[in-house]
């Protein structure tokens, strides 16, 4: 059973016509999402699982403590990962020969979509076995993962989050400033983040990029345009709905309006993963709605905790383009790295409006970007894509086909079910020989896939099956907590008023009218 | 609905049959049991709460952070908590006037009692709001609530807990050493426990009864005889199951024997805690069965969190004696109070057979011991029983009838529909006027309630209520745990068998034809 069912051939020209219609009919929409959701949410067990990395058996500590990764399957044989081609030659199935793009997917989505990963799968650096995530859509990035971090980053009055003023518009604070010419980390933010994480991070910066570092939720949450953009974006709407609440409860004090505005800024969060972020990777843009409560009553409503393959799955890597746009002004791996000054210079709104016009890559093999091969100290000598490769090894991941099995699927029996393109199975035949050999991360990226699509079959089950189970059983939308105690009347209207990303971009932004923000590009 | 329907009069006499014919056939004692589970699991609302004790609005720390109680209603309003009577009249209704004892709970059932509830239910001593236990049916009196607690309870080696031999006999290891005539805890139990909580258990406690102190998971594991013996037993069942487990796996290592213990022995004491100590609430001894799975089945299936309600109700100290037994031999509270010499004189089984053949009393109003009611330094100049009194103004608890509301049963209009008896009734009219008046937490303890009870009809709903979604909600007996590769073949089976806590007694007893232990006094 995969996310989606087969439609024939012949159908697939109405589907768009059909979609509209479903999504032109609230009930039918809700239905329609219940169906889809719960489709992937049980087409696999339910948590909790019976394994962690943190050992080969169940144990109270593996059944309780959430700093190790969950696993869905347990650890191959040594037999079989003995059987395994090298790294190095797994390796080469990555590599980008020519580019390939996406049908439609905006370099937009791609950056939101890491920095909305990133909030909740956090692979420790030293061991490998551990996400320090707290496994739930909770906008760590602008607040924190923790009660100290939350309180540095608090203005402490009205409810606001701290904030500094560049051209008349509100940017996080910087977290150096400059003492007898270095760097130091400003004594608000003195524990903000673990310091050999920050060095890490800081490898190879320049010092006028180092300069213009925001004090974030996270430590990486200046590593790209992206996330500087999100960031911006979210800490903004932050101050925005306190405002609004500060207005419309004069007699709150700055907890209660935080908190509450961090309430609504979360569901926010959520319904744009759901709505507008999910919808892009469904067919046809299936418009998949937050149905808000169905967790309650649903037996896949489990405590949160992110699983290895949740993590491995979801380095989509491909996504990433060599330059963003074409051109004299495309921009290169150089200007979106670690780059606030250019956020700074161009303001958000004319580089949110070239990501959403700049068309990102294509999920699946030979198309990772040269700069994710390149080897490099601050990774201890992996590249990106060899590190991922190097995690699925040591988390002894079961082939391609065991995967398949427990989401519900048949396995393959020929390489041909994989995908037709010679270009692709060739070297897959060669490597593994036998595809039930095949190993999972390689799998999941060789599954060929139709136009409507953004990845094959058995990797959108799983997303589907991860990220459902894990959005809509955020505590917020439970039903003893959805409701205007919890938010106001005023934070109620807010989610059910923001369809869009954008809706949320126009509402902080000078002027509303330039906005342009699409995580499709048209 | 209330946990057990009304069962007709005329009725009653023919249902220890009826009782005996459904525990007689398993498939029905099955169905019946999910059937009276679920029933008391779906008589309120589920979890996740809106509420905690951090603050009377929902913020994302109320939903996540653990440290504070939950509450099961919102608080009362000022106007409410204005109207109450002094906490000290309040006082008055519980102190024990003449000693009403129970139609056949003994003192062994009230020791596994304040055993078993003290492992989740820890009150901060600093901050009523918050509890300390990790929420779960842990065993953490064994072996601590933490890593570093239980690394230092272990022996590593052959998977045991620390012991030593005292006749023949294990029991845990002493806490403190002498050095130089004063006793100071040994260097491998430093921070086990934290330094200022001792203080107060120990004060007023000799040096002969601190001297033989054991080291156990919790500070407070040594206050009663319960307690001590409880801890004794189940660290002997510990180190049995690991010697077992060691016999067949003779490959697995120190950590694998241990975790693999500690996963048959936590479902030991979850099967006890339904088969044997709910059994006997239940009326007519019930054989409620511990169905594995049913959780993984069922929407009340969420992460658990104590509510403060469930931790006040608990307290069942009209179930204390005044003293143990009768006649020269009875045990006074100086006995049983802190008293592991007189254990390791008299040894367990006498001390279990004793305590089995005492009756406890009975639950209900002017029925708390006088030793509970003694203002003691230990508590700030609180007794037992007046701190509870104030936990539940502090927690601003809504009335009684609002509870029986929250709880699907109607509200009562008279007082006579509480209690028939003048002399419970005549002191509640006069304190509270109407009974829509009356305080939960005198409410569930003025229900009048029928001989096959232990307790009244709302106070037996919350307390079924809290408890099987808590015991059942384990993730031990989850779907993808429940199995032989968590607990091994021989693991299943010694859960298979294990029917009672006599039998746990008598297989880690020197004698054991000469073990008596019952929760029932016959």
């Not at 190879?204 to 990486?220: E, I, N, P, Q, T």
């Not at 700049?358 to 000598?381: C, D, E, Q, V």
């Not at 990845?455 to 955020?474: E, I, P, W, Y």
């Amino acid at each position: 059973m995969s996310a989606f069912p087969k439609i024939p051939v012949f159908l697939k020209p109405f589907m768009p016509a059909v979609v509209a219609v479903i999504g032109s009919i609230p009930w039918l929409r809700t239905k329609a999402s219940i169906w889809a959701i719960n489709r992937a949410a049980y087409s696999t067990t339910l948590r909790p699982r019976a394994l962690t990395l943190l050992a080969d058996y169940t144990s109270w500590r593996s059944l309780t403590d959430r700093e190790y990764s969950a696993r869905h399957l347990p650890p191959a044989t040594p037999e079989y990962m003995a059987g395994l081609p090298s790294e190095s030659e797994v390796l080469k199935l990555f590599r980008r020969t020519e580019e390939k793009k996406d049908t439609d997917t905006s370099v937009m989505f791609m950056f939101f979509a890491q920095w909305f990963v990133d909030s909740f799968l956090a692979t420790d650096w030293d061991d490998f076995r551990k996400n320090h995530s707290n496994h739930e859509i909770d906008l760590c990035e602008i607040y924190g993962l923790t009660k100290a971090q939350t309180d540095m980053l608090r203005a402490k009055h009205g409810g606001r989050l701290k904030v500094q003023n560049i051209n008349g518009e509100e940017y996080p604070p910087y977290y150096f400033e400059s003492k007898d010419g270095t760097l130091v980390v400003k004594q608000e933010f003195d524990g903000l983040h673990d310091a050999a994480t920050m060095t890490r991070i800081l490898t190879g910066v320049s010092y006028d990029r180092k300069k213009k570092f925001y004090a974030v939720g996270l430590a990486h949450g200046n590593s790209t345009l992206g996330n500087s953009i999100m960031n911006i974006v979210w800490v903004r709407e932050h101050n925005r709905l306190a405002a609004m609440l500060e207005n419309k409860h004069p007699g709150w004090d700055d907890e209660r309006l935080f908190e509450t505005a961090r309430n609504i800024a979360i569901v926010l969060a959520i319904k744009l993963a759901v709505e507008e972020y999910i919808k892009h990777i469904a067919p046809w843009d299936f418009p998949i709605k937050m149905v808000d409560l169905i967790a309650d009553r649903e037996r896949w409503n489990r405590t949160n905790w992110c699983a290895v393959e949740f993590n491995l799955l979801y380095r989509w890597h491909m996504l990433a383009p060599e330059t963003v746009g074409a051109g004299d002004t495309a921009l290169t791996p150089a200007d979106f790295l670690t780059n606030n000054k250019l956020i700074e210079d161009e303001g958000i709104e004319s580089l949110i409006a070239w990501c959403s016009r700049a068309r990102a890559g294509k999920i699946g093999l030979f198309n990772t970007p040269t700069y994710l091969m390149i080897p490099s100290p601050a990774l201890n000598g992996f590249s990106v894509e060899s590190r991922t490769i190097r995690l699925s090894r040591e988390a002894q991941l079961k082939s391609y086909n065991d995967y398949r099995v427990a989401y519900s699927m048949k396995p393959f029996t020929k390489w041909e079910q994989l995908n037709k393109d010679p270009k692709v199975i060739e070297p897959l035949k060669e490597l593994y020989g036998d595809i039930k050999n095949l190993e999972w991360y390689v799998g999941i990226f060789a599954e060929d896939y139709p136009r409507e699509l953004m990845m094959g079959d058995l990797l959108t089950t799983m997303v589907a099956n991860d990220a459902f189970t894990q959005l809509l059983s955020n505590p917020l939308l439970a039903a003893n907590v959805y409701n205007k105690d919890t938010f106001t009347q005023e934070g109620l209207d807010e989610i059910e008023n923001t369809k869009c990303f954008a809706d949320i971009v126009k509402r902080n932004a000078k002027d509303p009218s330039r906005v342009y923000c699409n995580f499709a590009v048209r």
